[in-house]
């Protein structure tokens, strides 16, 4: 029998490179040799199984988060540079139409990712860069919401919005210029990491 989390694991994959919208509850059941109504035993639609898949993701993503924090107290930049280098990840094997798809279709779904982005970036990002600037490694003069709001809340309109910028550009090169280049652009001369070198 199949658990939730692998019924959760596959939908979510296939969502996310397909579209939510051209995925079928039978395809899911087809690739995991189950049937549409085993699916109806953990979920009551199509927009349940949508929102439950993403939500697990984002709080998969979330504990990576929490980890990378841990991880680097003392540079609270660094944390920054990191969980969007995996968010980075996360996102390059995103078709850009399961993020319209959720918006249009999904609107449960959809307001999970929004939340999802605000709380990650008006909260843990604001509070890690708020932590550097009282360090004395962001300039003082720096509106750090307002770098929030340009550079951090929503990346991913930016990366999918008319072109997928993945297709056009390496990850690596995307995530300089959105990521750290604009770090740097904050930082105070005495501040370095191994990133920016």
Do not use: W
């Amino acid at each position: 029998m199949i658990t939730k989390e692998e019924l959760l694991t596959c939908s979510i994959n296939k969502f996310t490179q397909f579209g939510s919208k051209h995925v079928s509850l039978d395809e899911i059941a087809s690739t995991l040799g189950i049937s549409k109504k085993t699916i109806y035993t953990f979920f009551k639609n199509k927009e349940d199984l949508v929102t439950s898949s993403l939500e697990q993701l984002l709080n998969e993503f979330s504990e990576e988060i929490d980890r990378l924090i841990s991880d680097n107290k003392e540079d609270p930049i660094i944390s920054v540079i990191l969980i969007y280098k995996r968010g980075f990840e996360y996102l390059k094997y995103f078709k850009p139409s399961f993020i319209f798809g959720l918006k249009k279709y999904y609107p449960k779904a959809s307001n999970f990712f929004e939340k999802f982005n605000e709380d990650l970036a008006n909260k843990r990002i604001y509070n890690l860069l708020k932590q550097a600037q009282e360090a004395g490694n962001i300039k003082q003069e720096v509106n750090l919401e307002l770098v929030v709001k340009i550079y951090f809340l929503r990346i991913d309109t930016v990366l999918f919005n008319n072109n997928n910028l993945f297709k056009l550009h390496q990850k690596e090169e995307l995530f300089k210029h959105m990521v750290v280049y604009n770090l740097k652009g904050i930082i105070t001369r005495n501040y370095s990491n191994p990133i920016f070198e």
